[in-house]
């Protein structure tokens, strides 16, 4: 006899992931009726959200990100009330450093944070502020930096876990071990979904499935532009690098002069990234870093932390997400009638989480976006059909490495 799955939803939310998690927690909040969410491992620990760095900043080089992040800090910062349980928010300031060249999109980004983020401070430091304000970094070719105090960290392992306990108390249920292999339609509109263990009906699938997510909609023909990118990040020991205040203390940090970026990890540790590789294969498990990665790691991140240098190793992580080509996610509908995508979130989408997920559920319940309506136009972006118009997203003013 063959397995029969359920028979039936009102929503398949194909990804467990931080954005699926998101999304099928706000739709449950909407009211939406029975959720599945479906993961081909385990939800949360598969993508790359169970290694991210989460790294929480304002800035970025297009005022549509960072519009996007200014209203997904809030939630961060207020964590237990909007969603329950505890993200691990740390404040620890963020700074954006870049060379001289780029003094003046720096303070254009920096005006567009502050104007999206209203009440939160950006504030543009020079060399001799910024030691300052962070003693443990070297400050050597530091054309100018933005500060934002609000900045830090959440551990996305956490907030997951709190989305995805939040959406189980509202009702949807979790599917693990289940691969969605094919969207189904019936004259324009969407019947459900093909797993790997049988069928799900359903007139509504998100695909949120990170790196692997845009493989169900291509029987229908639709090809979403997404690649498979390996990120990495080490661990190292670094006493007091979070403890305001003490000589070594630190921020959480992106240095576009060196291409590094690097966080406190609690009071004694640091995580610092190691550059990503492009176009990875699709396996199930994702190479390890290797001795010669980690070496141009820490040679970039001691340039700006030098006690980086001689800083034991405490681990490493790496992990795959779906890289766009303008390195922008991808969402909204797309195709027959019920189909929705939130994929492709380039190296970035953890910060982004908790917008994404408000502003798709309010399209998805609303039946698609409602012109005019401002909070919506705040996805308009993103659209996946932006690559076949030729309107990919160009950051306004932008960086070496951004
Ligand atoms: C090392 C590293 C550091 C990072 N640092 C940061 C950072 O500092 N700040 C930040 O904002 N972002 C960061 N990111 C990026 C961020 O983590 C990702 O953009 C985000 O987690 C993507 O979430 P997701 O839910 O889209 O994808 P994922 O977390 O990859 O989840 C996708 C899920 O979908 C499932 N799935 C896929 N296809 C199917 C299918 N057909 N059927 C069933 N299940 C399926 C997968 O098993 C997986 O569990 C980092 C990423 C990495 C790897």
């Not at 240095?255 to 492009?278: C, Q």
Request: charged fraction near 20%.
């Amino acid at each position: 006899m063959s397995p029969v799955l359920h028979a039936h939803a009102d929503a398949v939310v194909v990804g467990g992931g931080v954005i699926g998690a998101a999304i099928a927690h706000r739709l449950a909040l909407a009211g939406l009726g029975r959720i599945v969410l479906c993961d081909q491992g385990r939800v949360s620990a598969q993508g790359a959200t169970s290694r991210s760095g989460g790294l929480l900043r304002l800035h970025h080089t297009s005022a549509a990100d960072t519009r996007l992040a200014a209203r997904s800090l809030p939630v961060f910062e207020q964590w237990a009330d909007v969603i329950g349980g505890d993200c691990g928010y740390r404040r620890t300031g963020f700074v954006m450093i870049v060379g001289e060249e780029h003094a003046d999109g720096l303070r254009q980004n920096a005006a567009a944070a502050s104007d999206a983020a209203g009440y939160r401070r950006t504030e543009v430091v020079d060399a001799a502020e910024l030691k300052a304000l962070y003693p443990g970094l070297r400050t050597e070719g530091v054309g100018l930096a933005a500060y934002e105090p609000e900045g830090g960290y959440a551990d996305p392992l956490a907030a997951t876990a709190a989305l995805l306990g939040a959406a189980y108390r509202l009702g949807v249920s979790p599917s693990e071990g289940i691969r969605a292999v094919k969207v189904l339609e019936r004259a324009g509109t969407v019947t459900g979904v093909l797993t790997s263990i049988g069928r799900i009906d359903s007139p509504l699938v998100v695909l949120a499935g990170g790196a692997w997510g845009s493989a169900p909609a291509e029987y229908l023909g639709i090809h979403i532009p997404v690649t498979a990118r390996r990120i990495g990040l080490a661990q190292a020991e670094l006493p007091g690098a979070g403890r305001r205040g003490s000589a070594a203390s630190v921020p959480t940090c992106i240095d576009d002069t060196t291409g590094s970026y690097f966080r406190p990890d609690g009071l004694d540790r640091f995580y610092f990234g190691v550059p990503s590789k492009p176009d990875t294969e699709l396996g199930r498990d994702v190479e390890p870093l290797t001795e010669s990665e980690l070496e141009a790691a820490i040679a970039a991140v001691a340039h700006r932390v030098p006690a980086a240098a001689a800083a034991p190793l405490a681990g490493t992580r790496s992990g795959l997400d779906g890289y766009t080509p303008d390195k922008r996610p991808v969402v909204g509908a797309a195709g027959p009638d019920g189909l929705y995508l939130a994929l492709g979130f380039s190296g970035g989408g953890f910060k982004l989480a908790p917008a994404v997920a408000e502003l798709a559920a309010l399209e998805i319940t609303e039946g698609g976006a409602v012109p005019g309506k401002a909070v919506q136009q705040l996805l308009e972006p993103y659209r996946p059909q932006r690559f076949l118009a030729g309107h990919p997203i160009r950051p306004e003013a932008p960086y070496d490495h951004m």
